[in-house]
């Protein structure tokens, strides 16, 4: 078995017999600058482990946010009931019915009705009451029998400061959208006085983010499930903490559990501890937020092709491959997609066909050899296999942060196209974290599920949590 504590495990898989001295060298030095060694992940767990007890206690610019989410209550898998979910996006509003059928399984039906520039703009508040209108009426739903209103979970992806379950106000509006009036307000008040205008029979009540979704709907199905992933375009997590362990939480009550948001993107925006690069660093000082989400930029998908065309780039400047010939596309920021990453490092041909329709048919390369090939596919693969070994170095992160439940089972649901779609991230989440969980954890006790559709479901199961402890 390779060592992952050696430099030279993540160099040595890297030369290329048939290339030149200086074209080795060059691929020697990128892949030393992309390892991962243990003792780095071990750095970068206890930098994490740094950053979210500082967040827990307080609000610091320089530490994780770790924002209390005002959901308490573990799903059981036994709840039964439909309930209405709402998932406002930057494209679409999805309006959904879950019925939850009490045997860990549910149901969904929903329909997505695109958001308009006007409601983008001008309207939107009454917009989503017209459209969860329109679904009540075509579904034929109604309040149940002696209730006035449905309760409706809301999936809300614009920046909120939470005050509540139900409660929080905007903070800015991205995605293009210019609500005027809305900054700085409650965004379900908004949202509940429209469907009052509109007299459509919904009460929201429990606003969350994605990621609490994934967490609450894998925690459905599986209930031991301590942590929420997403790994997609962007990437996030939460997970159940100790009441007494949230040093900033105000609330009377001090025991039990909270779902803590971590918002683990912004991770080490400083750069201290992680493998930070020179084609990192490129793509960060032309983005628009350089400076933050330095931790998401170099694990999720909206960025990771970008980290590879920069590194492809400097080898083609140096004219160590493509006969230092680019094209109009690659020469564009974000044209190398995450997805040709992923059909690149999964090309097992002799002469890496697949790899040469990507460059040739997709991003117009002038011919290349099969020298050329092998480089783009070893820069692919340095870049992946560092974006899962970080990966898996913050879930480990925040599992030992509750060492306590690590000798019971442990579930946790992921979600988002790196997971899925990925080569081999799911296994290599599994094998790097026996490294610092322990082989009898990761073997015998933890399970990665995927959690599709957490900002729908999710958000109906957390209305069903919000109801179910209203009646008790």
């Known amino acids: 078995m390779a060592d992952t504590n050696d430099i030279q495990t993540f160099v040595q898989p890297y030369v290329v017999p048939e290339g030149s001295d200086e074209l080795n060298e060059n691929l020697q030095a990128m892949a030393t600058s992309f390892a991962v060694t243990d003792d780095k992940i071990r750095e970068i767990i206890k930098g994490l482990h740094k950053s979210m007890k500082t967040g827990l206690d307080r609000d610091d610019p320089n530490a994780l946010p770790m924002i209390p989410t005002y959901v308490s209550g573990r799903p059981t898998g036994k709840e039964t009931g439909t309930f209405l979910a709402l998932d406002l996006g930057g494209t679409n509003l999805r309006v959904c019915q879950v019925t939850l059928k009490g045997d860990t399984t549910y149901s969904l039906v929903q329909q997505k009705f695109t958001i308009t520039q006007e409601a983008k703009e001008v309207r939107l508040w009454d917009f989503i009451a017209e459209c969860v209108g329109v679904f009540l009426e075509e579904h034929d739903l109604h309040p149940a029998p002696g209730k006035r209103t449905i309760p409706c979970g809301y999936t809300f992806s614009f920046p909120i400061y939470q005050t509540g379950i139900a409660s929080g106000n905007l903070s800015m509006w991205n995605k293009s959208f ?9 965004v379900v008040n908004l949202t509940q006085s429209a469907f009052q205008r509109h007299h459509v029979a919904v009460e929201v009540v429990a606003v969350l983010n994605d990621t609490v979704g994934t967490l609450m709907t894998s925690g459905y199905s599986h209930p031991d499930t301590q942590m929420g992933i997403i790994f997609g375009t962007g990437t996030n997590a939460a997970y159940w903490e100790r009441l007494e362990n949230i040093g900033k939480w105000t609330g009377s009550d001090r025991k039990g559990e909270m779902v803590v948001n971590l918002e683990w993107g912004a991770f ?36 990771l092709g970008e980290v590879a065309r920069n590194a492809i780039l400097s080898l083609v400047d140096q004219r160590l491959i493509f006969g230092g010939r680019s094209s ?13 990453m992923s059909e690149i490092v999964a090309d097992a041909s002799p002469d890496l066909e697949g790899v040469r329709v990507v460059l040739e048919g997709t ?7 099969l020298v050329d090939r092998k480089v783009v596919q070893h820069v692919c693969n340095m870049i992946g296999t560092r974006g899962v070994r970080l990966s ?15 000798t019971s089972s442990v579930s946790v649901g992921i979600d988002g196209s ?5 080569p081999g991230f799911e296994a290599n989440l599994y094998a790097v974290s026996r490294v610092f969980l322990g082989a009898d954890f990761v073997d015998n006790r933890l399970k990665l ?23 008790r």
């Open 363 to 369: 991003l117009d390369i002038p011919p290349t050899s």
């Open 418 to 422: 790196m997971y899925q779609f990925y």
């Open 268 to 303: 080490d925006n400083a750069t201290e501890v992680l493998p930070y690069t020179a084609h990192d660093n490129k793509l960060n000082r032309k983005s628009s937020n350089h400076g933050l989400q330095v931790f998401e930029k170099m694990i999720s998908g909206l960025f």
């Open 392 to 406: 898996a170095a913050a879930m480990s992160a925040v599992l030992l942060a509750r060492p306590e439940l690590l």
């Open 178 to 186: 210019a609500v005027p009036n809305s900054v700085g307000r409650d």
């Open 328 to 340: 109009e596309i690659l020469n564009k920021s974000y044209t190398f997609d995450t997805a040709y």
């Open 449 to 471: 599920h995927l959690a599709k559709d957490g900002s729908g479901v999710g958000a109906a199961i957390v209305a069903m949590t919000v109801d179910r402890d209203r009646q």
